[in-house]
């Protein structure tokens, strides 16, 4: 224990929910409360509803309230901050915040962490020049760097050259206590408009973005009901999530004349009970890193397809845990889910091989507890 808790200022672009975002809340609220306090920063803003995820009473959310174009006019507001808050550590994620190394360093801030997230759907892969320059620019001005998959943390080293004594590879984690399966007197959620045990209810958990993909699973979906396949009557879709590809969601299904098996709460708090109503998970993500959704689906004992896209293959154990099909391809994907259906209903509701694997892997590579133990012995390494 030290003389005073270490003050780490976590700096995200938007504190709303996604990945990320929840990991920051994660570490929030699971690091030692007697060795840490917190601040976070949001450059463009911040979600007031996703604020109270987090179970600390002390803990500052501050926005800088960033308008179109460069942050450079941002730098003044953003040292004098620095210098008012005086934190020990900042805790940054994804490029956007990178970009405040320079201001981080200057006003004294001793230890400064970044962690990548993922790529957008303007770089898919890193293959972006200009983002690769502007990382290779503020990389003098970070001290340790993390990665939370393994394609990152090799783009990190070979492309952005990284030195490898300054780089981690720690991949998100999942509170299994709150992902579980479903047990016999579960509440089904608030809202939840389809019957248990007759409606199939097909799930995607995540923003309404084009690097996330929903409408490929939405035209699947379509597809499928107009087959006709056998099962396909029972199928419906829950979309959990917002943004702007929302209206683009319903309309499709509208036009197809299926919006009353679609569900669309917008984003929601309790993630882990609506996983626990779903019967398959389908992630058809451009991209993904290490993907939290996909982790809670897994600890969940949901059945899962995902596309073959970033770190998902290596959370599905290469098909080992969960479907894998290619990016894009709505024919396989339709195929995927159709064959999960078939597999659910011969065994009757009980857990197949892939699901007991996913169960199994969750609970070995990535629980909680071994994660936030790795970002603590990060964030009190010596202050330089």
Known sequence: MHSHPRHIVHLVYRFAAGGLENVVVQLINHLPHDEFRHTIVAI?????????????????????????????????????????????????????????????????VPLRVHVEHGWDVGDLGGGNAHYNLLRKIYKPFVNEFVAVAEPLHAYLLDKIGVPPEHLQLIPNGVDTQQFRPPQAGDALPAGWPFARGVDWVIGYVGRLVEVKNPLLLVDTFVALIQSGAPGTERMRLAMIGAGPLDVAVRHRMHDAGLIDRLWLPGVRADVADIFRALDCFVLPSLFEATSCTLQEAMATG???????????????????????????????????????YVSNMASKNAASVQQEAAMGSIQRLYGLDAVVARYRELFLAPLK
Do not use: W
């Open 302 to 340: 949901l059945k899962i397809v995902a596309t073959n896209v970033g770190g998902n293959a290596a959370l599905l154990e290469n098909g080992r845990c969960g479907t894998l099909v290619p990016s894009e391809d709505a024919v396989a994907l339709g195929s995927a889910i159709l064959t999960q």
């Open 44 to 108: 463009a803003g911040f979600d007031t509803t996703f604020v109270t995820r987090i179970k600390l009473p002390d803990v500052e959310v501050i926005s800088l309230n960033k308008g179109p174009g460069q942050p450079f006019k941002l730098y003044p507001k953003m040292f004098k901050l620095l210098r008012r808050l005086r934190p020990d550590v900042l805790h940054s994620c994804n490029l956007a915040a990178m970009e405040f190394m320079p201001v981080a360093t200057l006003s004294g």
